[in-house]
């Protein structure tokens, strides 16, 4: 089968081949999938570039999403029969034919959703849930302001939280030119930071942000601070500038503006709690499947693209959400 290899640790697309591997075959617990389409994430870019704690090895096939065909069933799996259509994390390996997940968090996909929707639904829009719902506990009417917001999970996070009932929906963005993007994405307001984003806050959220979702590290958390609402969550979950992150701000400072700072990762949720990622996918897709949230999606035409897209992410001039097309 062809699938997605990096051969080593890298900034851009150099270390990136595409060619024949060894089919993998389900283990006890697994299940092996047909991949239809597979989602493309900033998560892959992070394992290329060598981040520590993504890619476990080298050569690395990325891939944490997708959604396609049950092919096979490892011992123990009773759940699904062969043939279904599926959406599933992969812990790795997505960007190929065929790839492997535990059954523990894979979901059929409901009748009314195209595979190549439910390929963006396990990493963006189950992301999304899960930082809204489960992290910052949002309540209908409450604030919310995210950085990198016009990207895949930003578009998420934009139509989950409207459908939540939340706003005003505060978006930034790390480019001038990606302003548009993220309003299409839903957000109601959009700020390229280094413009005034303190300014366009206070004029959207006079009293102070309720929910800030930041997924830049400590890059920006003086900034999230300075917008807290007495009563925010804030909830960092990413460093995507990777290195070093810097120190988190003193006790006082939190309990002094009655704020909370929550981490958040979907990676260890798929080890400690694996029944919270499969109900939130399942949610997410009966949610898109009855109409109640779009989530639209770039179809990229092969797998020889992915290194492209994956540039693009890199460099911060992706648009919205990417999936490939790999046996579709
Ligand atoms: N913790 C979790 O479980 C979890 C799950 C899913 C995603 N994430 C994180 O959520 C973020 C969004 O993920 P996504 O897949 O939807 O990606 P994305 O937003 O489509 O692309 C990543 C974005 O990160 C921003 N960015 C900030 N600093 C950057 C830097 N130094 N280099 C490159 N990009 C930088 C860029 O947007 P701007 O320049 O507009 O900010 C870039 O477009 C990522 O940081 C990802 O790691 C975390």
Redesign the pocket.
């Known amino acids: 089968m062809r699938a997605v290899q990096l051969t080593g640790p890298s900034h851009d697309a150099s270390t990136t081949r595409v060619g024949p591997v060894e089919e993998p075959r389900p283990g006890p617990g697994e299940v092996s999938i047909e991949v239809a389409y597979a ?8 394992a290329r570039r060598g981040d520590a704690g993504y890619a476990s090895r080298w050569p690395y096939t990325p891939g ?1 999403e997708v959604a396609g065909r049950v092919r096979a069933l490892g011992a123990g799996v009773d759940t699904f029969s062969v043939g279904d259509r599926v959406a599933a994390f992969t812990r790795s390996g997505g960007m190929a034919e065929i790839a492997l997940a535990s059954a523990e968090v894979v979901t059929p996909v409901p009748g009314a959703v195209s595979l190549q929707v439910a390929a963006a639904a396990p ?2 829009l189950s ?1 999304a849930l ?2 809204l719902r489960d992290a910052a506990r949002i309540r209908p009417g409450e604030s919310v302001l995210m ?10 996070v934009a139509r989950l939280a409207a459908a939540e009932g939340a706003g005003p929906l505060l978006g ?4 001038p030119e ?1 302003v548009a993007d ?1 309003l299409d994405a839903g957000w109601d307001v959009v700020t ?2 280094g413009d005034d984003v303190v300014a366009a806050a206070r004029a959207a959220a006079p009293g102070g942000v309720d929910v800030i979702l930041d ?3 400590t ?1 920006n958390l003086e900034l999230d601070l300075e917008l807290a609402a007495p009563g925010a969550r804030i909830v ?7 290195g070093t992150p810097a120190p988190l701000p003193p006790l006082a400072r939190l309990i002094g503006g009655n704020v909370a700072l929550i ?7 798929q080890e400690s709690t694996p029944h919270k990622l499969a109900a939130a996918l399942a949610d997410g897709l009966a949610t898109v499947g009855n109409g109640g949230l779009e989530l639209p999606v770039t179809v990229v035409d092969s797998l020889d693209q992915v290194g492209r897209v994956h540039d ?11 999936v490939v097309a790999v046996g579709a």
Do not use: C, E, Q
């Open positions: 989602g493309i994430n900033f998560m892959d870019v992070m944490l990493l963006a992301t899960l930082l950085h990198s917001a016009s990207g895949g999970v930003g578009h998420a930034t963005v790390g480019r990606k993220g390229a930071r997924p830049t590290g890059a960092l979950f990413g460093n995507a500038a990777g981490g958040f990762s979907i990676s260890r949720l693009l992410l890199a460099t911060g001039r992706g648009s919205g959400k990417y």
